[in-house]
């Protein structure tokens, strides 16, 4: 299976995604924003980092990059999107997911250990996990408030939507602690923490006192794969 990994000016995190593909068992394929083609990938991540310097708003201007029209087509067609952090927010600034992400409520950057629960395990990105699942990935950025007026977030919840929250404390006042959300057919995937950050063991989070290994994260891609190869 080959998944885009598209690179915007300012992306960090697209190296560590194309890695997390290939641990998972994929084919990553680097794209860039400027280009108009998706060239046949069947899957594509937006990966995290600062686009375009953070200008305006995070992701505001990735969102109109010429390879996005692409794409936004791409995505209502059906193809597993997955947008994480700096790419969540493009999603959003896009508007393939509900809602937006606004300045963490402290004020500060946050870079830590994030544990996260899998609120819903059949999105195309979230099949490997158990719903209910507690993982741990990191969360590092400074625009991770989640936020959409009452309506759109009781829809959001009402629809299996919400696919991550936060468990402890609520690291940047995110809205009903929301971490993550999808699109109704749950193919478009975003989340604030990192899953790209913790594939491999030795590397990740030291996640020992809860008798992990660090590799939460590669459950997005390995779930992406097996996705596709059942609904080819
Ligand atoms: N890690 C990231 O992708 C950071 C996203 C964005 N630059 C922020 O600070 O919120």
Request: hydrophobic share 20%; net charge negative.
């Given at each position: 299976m080959r998944i885009g990994v598209i690179t915007f000016p300012?992306?960090?995190?697209d190296r560590d995604a194309q890695r997390a593909v290939r641990l998972a068992g994929g084919e990553p394929v680097a794209l860039w924003?400027?280009?108009?083609?998706?060239?046949?990938?069947d899957a594509l991540v937006l990966p995290g980092g600062f686009s375009y310097?953070?200008?305006?708003?995070?992701g505001a201007i990735a969102a109109r990059s010429p390879i996005m029209a692409e794409v936004i087509d791409a995505a209502n067609s059906g193809m597993p999107v997955l947008g994480i952090c700096n790419g969540f927010q493009m999603l959003a600034e896009a508007h393939l997911v509900d809602g937006g992400l606004i300045r963490n409520d402290h004020g500060q950057f946050i870079c830590r250990d994030q544990v996260l629960r899998v609120?819903?395990?059949?999105?195309d990105w979230t099949g490997d996990f158990a719903q209910g699942q507690e993982i741990t990935i990191p969360l590092k950025n400074g625009e991770g408030g989640f936020i959409a007026d009452a309506e759109t977030v009781a829809r959001l919840e009402g629809e299996g939507q919400v696919v991550f929250r936060y468990v402890g404390?609520?690291?940047?006042?995110s809205v009903n602690d929301i971490a993550g959300v999808s699109n109704k057919r749950g193919n478009v995937v975003g989340l604030?923490?990192?899953?790209?950050?913790?594939?491999e063991e030795g590397f990740g989070p030291d996640t020992s006192a809860a008798m992990r290994?660090?590799?939460?994260?590669l459950a997005f891609f390995t779930s992406v794969i097996k996705q596709t190869l059942v609904s080819a």
């Open positions: 300012g992306s960090l995190d924003h400027g280009s108009h083609s998706l060239e046949g990938v310097g953070d200008y305006l708003r995070c609120e819903n395990a059949s999105t404390v609520n690291p940047n006042g604030m923490p990192h899953p790209e950050h913790a594939i290994n660090g590799t939460d994260g």
